[in-house]
C-alpha cells in the first residue's frame, strides 16, 4: 500500500534553500512507473502542481516553477525531493507530494505539510 509522507522544515526564512522529501513508507518508489509529483497550495488558492519526476528520471515541471536545482529522487531512501532555493513569503502553501498513474490521474497523496517563509 502506497503511503506517502512529506517532510522538511516548516518554517523557512526568505532566501533560504530548504528542499523537502517525500518517502514512501508502504511501498518503493523504484517499482513504480508512475510519475511522483510535488504540488503546492497557496493560501486562499486551489492546489497547484510544481514538477514531477517519471520512472524514467526525466523531471518535467510548470512554468510558475523556479528553482536551479531539479526534481530528483533517491530510491536508496526511498524518498524524492523537490529543491526549494531562495524561497519568499509568496511560496508559503501547503506542500503535497502525490503520485500520478498512466492515465494522468493521480491516485496517492500525502497528507500535506505547511511551509511558511518569513522575512
Known amino acids: 500500500q502506497v503511503q506517502l509522507q512529506e517532510s522538511g522544515p516548516g518554517c523557512v526564512k526568505r532566501q533560504q534553500a530548504r528542499s523537502r522529501n517525500c518517502t514512501d513508507s508502504g511501498g518503493s518508489i523504484a517499482t513504480y512507473f508512475d510519475d511522483l509529483r510535488w504540488c503546492c497550495e497557496p493560501p486562499g488558492k486551489g492546489v497547484e502542481w510544481m514538477g514531477a519526476i517519471a520512472y524514467s528520471v526525466s523531471t518535467y515541471y510548470s512554468p510558475s516553477f523556479k528553482s536551479p536545482t531539479s526534481i530528483s529522487r533517491d530510491t536508496s531512501k526511498n524518498h524524492f525531493t523537490l529543491p526549494l532555493s531562495s524561497v519568499t513569503p509568496e511560496e508559503t502553501a501547503v506542500y503535497y507530494c502525490?503520485?500520478?498513474?498512466?492515465?494522468?490521474?493521480?491516485?496517492?497523496w500525502g497528507q500535506g505539510t505547511q511551509v511558511t517563509v518569513s522575512s
Open positions: 502525490a503520485r500520478v498513474d498512466r492515465h494522468d490521474e493521480y491516485d496517492y
